[in-house]
């Protein structure tokens, strides 16, 4: 039918251009929302962000590969294979195909990463420890998510905010649990560790790679 329904509401045109201009929307009491816009965006071809699409590729390929030799119940996987897998994928769609308007929704990526290290943080036999890990990954995604949707105006606090704790996981933890570790553990062992350092790894690359949109 060419007639519109008297019901039907017009066709947003400010809310279609938004679209292509920015990010993602949802339609609420008539209004057009915009979710994760964001002032950055991330060039491909800068070898920052290939780094870190590499990264992020490896990671997702190394945990597939040791949980397949590994298994596990649903909800492990769910947890430790699934959410890095969802991470990885936004990452990589927002990064190669979507860098220029959707950089925002690599808050997606952060917060599985978050969920994956919360649940994680809840194994740990000391309360404490528990608590602090979980307020320092809550820190994370607070800060890399209004830095990226442009709350906080410089990306500065980022470099820090995932190069510090890869450092101390390379030369403080993992010098301890795995590199001198006695009885030696094997290196099936050292892959998951392996994933998360690719994780920090790409997300301090991707920091690098962020550059502000021309207004």
């Given at each position: 039918?060419?007639?519109?329904?008297?019901?039907?509401?017009?066709?947003?045109?400010?809310?279609?251009?938004?679209?292509?201009?920015?990010?993602?929307?949802?339609?609420?009491?008539?209004?057009?929302?915009?979710?994760?816009?964001?002032?950055?965006?991330i060039d491909r071809r800068r070898l920052a962000a290939r780094f870190a699409v590499l990264l992020m590729a490896l990671c997702a390929l190394i945990r597939c590969y040791y949980f397949a030799r590994t298994g596990g119940s649903v909800g492990?996987?769910?947890?430790?294979?699934?959410?890095?897998?969802?991470?990885?994928a936004v990452f990589l769609w927002v990064v190669l195909r979507r860098g220029e308007t959707h950089t925002g929704c690599t808050v997606i990526s952060v917060l599985c990463g978050v969920i994956f290290f919360i649940v994680k943080a809840l194994s740990f036999p000391s309360r404490l420890h528990t608590i602090l890990c979980i307020l320092l990954y809550l820190t994370v995604l607070s800060l890399y998510s209004l830095t990226v949707l442009g709350?906080?105006?410089?990306?500065?606090?980022?470099?820090?905010?995932?190069?510090?704790?890869?450092?101390?996981?390379?030369?403080?933890?993992?010098?301890?649990l795995y590199i001198f570790a006695d009885p030696p553990v094997p290196f099936l062992e050292w892959l998951p560790e392996i994933s998360v350092l690719m994780i920090m790894a790409a997300l301090l690359s991707i920091s690098v790679a962020l550059e502000k949109r021309d207004r």
């Open positions: 039918m060419k007639n519109r329904s008297k019901n039907q509401m017009p066709f947003d045109n400010s809310c279609h251009s938004a679209y292509n201009a920015d990010s993602l929307f949802f339609r609420k009491g008539g209004l057009c929302v915009n979710l994760f816009q964001s002032p950055y965006r492990y996987l769910s947890v430790h294979l699934g959410l890095p897998l969802i991470a990885a709350c906080i105006p410089t990306k500065k606090l980022l470099y820090p905010l995932f190069g510090l704790p890869l450092l101390y996981h390379i030369f403080v933890e993992d010098t301890q």
